[in-house]
Structure formats: structure tokens, C-alpha cells
């Protein structure tokens, strides 16, 4: 009994605290990897593709917070959220375009700028959203 509302909302929760702890606690080491995320995003040859890269940047971003309960509350959200959306329902133009925000999330992060870093992520699940039309 969750709407996609419901998940909208519970990641605004979840990722906007991530990308501000991701801030304080990640590593050079955890930059690179969230980087080589980045370009195979922009290598994918299909919306399914770029989907699934997504979701591996996201987790990362979790990763980084090294806090295996965040880890495991963004792995519960994401689980649930492939439930009501296909790759299909996006052009590969979307997704790459959503790349933009998940790369200056990352400079935020790797300049420690949490607050920025959360802003960035704010306005990221907002576009998400109405792309989806999930309000």
C-alpha cells in the first residue's frame, strides 16, 4: 500500500541526508569511484542501461556515508521505486540530462559542500519527479 508519492518523499528524506553526510565523510578513493559511475552513465546505449547505472550511482552515494543502515533504507527505497517505473518511460536524452545534476551533486560532495550538495539533490528529485509525474 505505497504510492509513488509516498516514495518521492521518502527519498527527498533518505538521499537528502546521504549527499550531506557523503559530504563530511567521503574519500578520494570514493570520489573516482562515484566518477567512473558517471561516465558509464553516459556510455549506456539505452534508457535501460542508464537506469541501471543510476541506481549503482545512487547506491554509491549511500556508500559513501559508510552507514550500513543508510545503505540498507536507499536499497529498500530504490527496490521499491523499479517496481513503478520502467527504462522504457524515459528518452536516453532524459537520461543523460539527469547525469548533469547527479555530476554537480558529486563536485559538491568532493568540495565537501553539504548544503549545496543537498540543495543540488533537492532539485534533482523534484525534476525526477515531475519527469515521472509522480505528484
Given at each position: 500500500?505505497?504510492?509513488m508519492?509516498?516514495?518521492?518523499?521518502?527519498?527527498?528524506?533518505?538521499?537528502?541526508?546521504?549527499?550531506?553526510?557523503?559530504?563530511?565523510?567521503?574519500?578520494?578513493?570514493?570520489?573516482a569511484?562515484?566518477?567512473?559511475?558517471?561516465?558509464?552513465?553516459?556510455?549506456?546505449?539505452?534508457?535501460?542501461?542508464?537506469?541501471?547505472?543510476?541506481?549503482?550511482?545512487?547506491?554509491?552515494?549511500?556508500?559513501?556515508?559508510?552507514?550500513?543502515?543508510?545503505?540498507?533504507?536507499?536499497?529498500?527505497?530504490?527496490?521499491?521505486?523499479?517496481?513503478?517505473?520502467?527504462?522504457?518511460?524515459?528518452?536516453?536524452?532524459?537520461?543523460r540530462?539527469?547525469?548533469?545534476?547527479?555530476?554537480?551533486?558529486?563536485?559538491?560532495?568532493?568540495?565537501?559542500?553539504?548544503?549545496?550538495?543537498?540543495?543540488?539533490?533537492?532539485?534533482?528529485?523534484?525534476?525526477?519527479?515531475?519527469q515521472?509525474?509522480?505528484?
Amino acid at each position: 500500500d505505497i504510492s509513488m508519492k509516498d516514495v518521492s518523499e521518502a527519498r527527498v528524506a533518505v538521499e537528502c541526508q546521504i549527499v550531506r553526510i557523503a559530504a563530511q565523510k567521503a574519500t578520494p578513493e570514493d570520489i573516482a569511484g562515484c566518477k567512473a559511475l558517471l561516465e558509464e552513465i553516459d556510455r549506456s546505449a539505452t534508457p535501460q542501461e542508464a537506469v541501471t547505472e543510476k541506481a549503482k550511482f545512487h547506491l554509491y552515494l549511500a556508500q559513501m556515508t559508510k552507514n550500513n543502515l543508510l545503505v540498507a533504507m536507499f536499497s529498500v527505497l530504490y527496490d521499491i521505486l523499479h517496481g513503478f517505473r520502467a527504462p522504457e518511460d524515459s528518452s536516453m536524452e532524459e537520461q543523460r540530462n539527469t547525469n548533469v545534476s547527479h555530476a554537480e551533486i558529486l563536485a559538491c560532495i568532493e568540495r565537501g559542500d553539504a548544503d549545496e550538495a543537498e540543495r543540488i539533490m533537492r532539485r534533482h528529485l523534484m525534476q525526477v519527479e515531475q519527469q515521472y509525474r509522480f505528484s
